[in-house]
């Protein structure tokens, strides 16, 4: 089993329209979790860390269950520019900073 | 705003030879790391840096492969001896809290391994 897995997608939605991508990750052990954002080769950035009591940013909300081992990320009222790469990050945790990321799931926002 | 540089953008060589990609972190930030993208795969992680010392490394980082920061203002990755499946985008990272580990991303450098 991959250690975090995304549907890489393509989602293709309208404008306006709400979207959700959904990551699963196998280590129950880790620790930490984020939403990166990653446009054509360009660096990963970091969209928001994922918090078990779920968090919003605007129109992006995220949510953690840890006994499923899912985070997901939702997005309301989609915007062309949201168009990228969403990679999901895992932290592993214990004395060591190894990190994980997803293939990413491409998201692409028409017009 | 402080972020995190990366050069060159842009390295190609020749099959065998050695290279170094540098990365300059942000100031006050105590964790390093190295990533590497092949074009079209997921982002990998080789190697984190803390104290002076590697802290964790991937499969990935073998013998080829060294980080160092020499001047507690660089940190480089050095790769030995480059092979044609080294080519990849190579990202430098770091955080300055290692419990909630937000990393920044430098911008990247292309390797060409011809």
């Known amino acids: 089993r991959k250690e975090v897995e995304q549907d890489p997608g393509p989602f293709n939605v309208p404008e306006g329209a709400t979207v959700a991508f959904n990551c699963t990750y196998s280590?129950?052990?880790?620790?930490?979790f984020f939403w990166y954002r990653q446009d054509c080769r360009k660096e990963p950035k970091l969209l928001m860390s994922?918090?078990?009591s779920g968090n919003e940013d605007g129109r992006f909300t995220a949510q953690l269950n840890r006994a499923s081992q899912y985070i997901s990320l939702l997005i309301r009222d989609s915007k062309l520019s949201d168009s990228a790469t969403y990679l999901c990050?895992?932290?592993?945790?214990?004395?060591?900073?190894?990190?994980?990321f997803g293939t990413g799931t491409k998201l692409q926002v028409i017009p | 705003e402080p972020e995190v540089t990366q050069t060159p953008s842009h390295q190609v060589t020749q099959m065998g030879q050695e290279v170094i990609l540098r990365c300059v972190p942000i100031?006050?930030?105590?964790?390093f790391y190295w990533y590497r993208q092949i074009l079209g795969q997921k982002v990998e992680f080789l190697v984190s840096?803390?104290?002076?010392?590697?802290?964790?490394k991937s499969e990935i980082f073998d013998d080829q492969f060294s980080v160092e920061r020499p001047d507690g203002s660089n940190f480089t990755l050095k790769i030995r001896s480059t092979k044609l499946e080294d080519s990849a985008m190579y990202f430098c990272?770091?955080?300055?809290?290692?419990?909630?580990?937000?990393?920044?991303f430098g911008a990247g450098t292309r390797l060409s391994v011809l």
């Open positions: 840096f803390y104290n002076n010392e590697i802290s964790e």
């Open positions: 100031s006050n930030h105590l964790y």
């Open positions: 990050v895992v932290l592993e945790s214990g004395g060591y900073q190894k990190v994980t």
């Open positions: 990272a770091s955080t300055t809290d290692r419990a909630q580990n937000i990393q920044y």
């Open positions: 994922v918090y078990s």
């Open positions: 280590n129950s052990a880790s620790q930490s």
